[in-house]
């Protein structure tokens, strides 16, 4: 009987300790992220709980998470531990944080890390500091093979239009990401041209993201949030999967193929 009874709260202490855990839903997966304790690599939809080990293939891997009671989360690797790839959840779980709202940001911080179009990207530019005409004018260089790449970005009255179509027409060999991609204004009449920063240029698609949104947005619904709560949610989101993104165009874009208001 004694034997019994320790069984049975053995069995009660265990259940409890499970139920106490702080679980979340997988919401996105950037690169190969294997769980321990079933030995395969974590999907969206997937539960993680706060004791899972988690074995990441690189630095670069990136998991977010969603609990409905505590929000939305990252997982990635920790810089002081770079070496190091197997963590366990608790430790390394990260409330995402909101990103700043600023004014009108500078160019050179407007473009720069991993700065991402989707479909099409309109930016108001300054006509004092850069005016637009057929004499000034932005363009992009990078390399691609072994040449190098020069395309004019497209603007119209002060407004600088970004589209894949524009970047990559007859480039045979790049493909939706760029590395080391120069911005410059340049000055026809004095031959001047004026590096902007270098930074990474990554093409979405947008199918893909709007399936993944889709996904997010049934759980935010399911959480009583509201469009507008939503829609930040989405964009801060954005910014730890993907990359930088004009907030106006992206939010635009998610009112449009979401049905967000």
């Known amino acids: 009987m004694k034997n019994i009874t320790l069984y049975l709260i053995i069995i009660l202490l265990t259940a409890a300790m499970v139920s106490a855990q702080d679980c979340y839903t997988v919401l996105k997966v950037k690169g190969d992220v294997k769980l321990e304790r079933t030995g395969k690599y974590i999907a969206v939809n997937d539960e993680l709980c706060s004791n899972d080990n988690v074995l990441f293939s690189d630095n670069n891997c990136v998991v977010v ?45 407007e473009f720069s890390g991993d700065y991402c179009i989707i479909g099409e990207t309109k930016i ?12 000034k004018f932005f363009y992009l260089s990078y390399i691609t093979g072994s040449d190098t790449v020069y395309r004019k970005i497209k603007f119209f009255g002060d407004t600088l239009i970004i589209e894949k179509e524009g970047i990559l027409k007859d480039d045979v060999f790049s493909s939706d990401y760029l590395n080391n991609v120069n ?47 939503i829609k930040n949610e989405f964009y801060f989101y954005f910014n730890d999967i993907y990359g930088k993104v ?16």
Do not use: C
Not at 88 to 109: C, F, K, M, P, W
Not at 124 to 135: A, Q, R, S, T, W
């Open 183 to 229: 911005l410059y204004y340049y000055d026809n009449v004095n031959k001047v041209s004026k590096l902007i920063n270098t930074f990474n240029l990554n093409f979405i698609h947008e199918n893909e993201l709007k399936d993944n949104l889709g996904n997010y947005l049934t759980i935010l619904r399911k959480a009583g949030r509201n469009d507008y709560e």
């Open 65 to 109: 998470v969603h609990s409905t009671n505590k929000g939305r989360f990252t997982l990635k690797p920790t810089k002081q531990n770079y070496n190091e790839l197997e963590y366990y959840v608790s430790d390394i779980l990260r409330q995402s944080s909101n990103l700043s709202t600023r004014g009108a940001n500078s160019l050179a911080e």
């Open 246 to 261: 004009n907030k106006e165009n992206f939010l635009h874009w998610v009112e449009n193929n979401l049905n967000l208001k």
């Open 124 to 135: 108001i530019i300054d006509k004092l500091d850069f005016p637009m005409n057929e004499n």
